[in-house]
């Protein structure tokens, strides 16, 4: 786990106690674990500073200990999705993908499971362990529990997209998509075309992108948490394809609500490039001052890389010489501590 403090091997040590009881067939758990090791287990529990909760379930996870041959698969699987919940809920995403795998080694046939786990290992940048958990997860879903299917296929889809195996990529979001709608889960119709809007685009197919791009948005819906990322994606297909008007249309004050204060700051940058490079001067100095005020109260990692390449274009582009020296300044400062 991510932590090197006596709860880091805390978790360690009880997921890695579940994955070899699952590895054990259950006729001979009995003395699987040595005399002694549940009262050591239990101490290290309540010695170790940890939410209640969380004690609860590592202490229903030490029964294994002491009696592995009656410990029941339901229990584990229980109390190791609830660990693995609290993780992710603690940005631990080493320890989440742990109890995640945990749970679905003790019930490897439950395509949820497997989901789940390969789901936590993109969070924890174990690509090869989350490409065969995806894999398992459509194998075991084809014909048992339809909506972890299409989510399976979305989420592989996007997996095969961002390391670069497009095409693999493309057939599975287009299976995504159609096991979406015939399954009634629009959360992987809504993946599966966010994808092929992000391989149309870096092939310069713009009309096939936009047409993906407002089918992902619809599906989505302006509520979704994705949906102002995808709005930013496709404002940015527009300025580098060379459209800046469209990209205006799309940055509405509307969606512009619906931005956190570090999309904001990139939807702002982007807006103000767009507007210089229609002439809408006035346009472009309100949100490029909007942008710059939000950068000045926000943590340096938390602006969005190109943030200030754009804002000194876009001055750049209207002979802003001013806000030009003083984008780029700010950049060369931050880029030197």
């Keep these: 786990t991510e932590s090197p403090s006596t709860l880091g091997v805390l978790l360690w040590a009880s997921a890695r106690d579940v994955r070899l009881w699952s590895e054990v067939e259950p006729g001979e758990r009995g003395g699987m674990f040595a005399d002694g090791a549940a009262s050591l287990r239990l101490q290290h529990i309540f010695t170790t500073p940890c939410d209640a909760e969380i004690a609860s379930h590592l202490g229903a996870i030490a029964a294994l200990l002491i009696s592995p041959e009656t410990v029941t698969a339901s229990d584990l699987v229980s109390s190791c999705s609830h660990v693995a919940r609290w993780a992710a809920g603690r940005k631990l995403p080493k320890a989440a993908l742990a109890f995640s795998q945990a749970a679905a080694f003790v019930d490897r046939n439950d395509a949820a499971l497997c989901l789940l786990a390969g789901l936590a290992a993109v969070q924890a940048k174990e690509l090869v362990r989350a490409d065969s958990w995806l894999r398992r997860a459509v194998g075991q879903a084809r014909r048992t529990d339809r909506q972890v299917y299409a989510l399976a296929l979305a989420a592989l889809a996007k997996l095969l997209f961002d390391h670069g195996q497009r095409v693999e990529a493309q057939r599975h979001?287009?299976?995504?998509?159609?096991?979406?709608?015939?399954y009634g889960?629009?959360?992987a119709r809504a993946q599966g075309f966010h994808v092929l809007f992000r391989l149309a685009a870096g092939l310069r197919q713009y009309e096939d992108a936009d047409r993906h791009?407002?089918?992902?948005?619809?599906?989505?819906?302006?509520?979704?948490?994705v949906y102002p990322l995808l709005v930013l994606e496709l404002?940015?297909?527009?300025?580098?394809?060379g459209d800046p008007a469209r990209a205006v249309a799309l940055l509405t004050p509307d969606r512009m609500s619906l931005f956190d204060r570090a999309q904001a700051v990139e939807a702002l940058a982007l807006l103000s490039l767009a507007s210089a490079r229609i002439g809408e001067r006035a346009q472009f100095q309100d949100a490029w001052s909007r942008a710059w005020a939000l950068i000045r109260r926000i943590p340096e990692g938390a602006v969005p890389p190109g943030v200030r390449e754009d804002l000194t274009a876009a001055a750049e582009c209207l002979g802003d010489t001013d806000r030009a020296h003083r984008s780029a300044t700010l950049r060369d400062e931050r880029s030197r501590t």
Excluded: T
Excluded at 235 to 241: C, K, L, M
């Design 173 to 182: 979001a287009a299976k995504a998509i159609r096991a979406g709608r015939r």
């Design 185 to 187: 889960c629009s959360e």
């Design 213 to 225: 791009a407002l089918a992902a948005m619809n599906v989505y819906g302006a509520n979704h948490s």
């Design 235 to 241: 404002g940015r297909s527009y300025v580098r394809r």
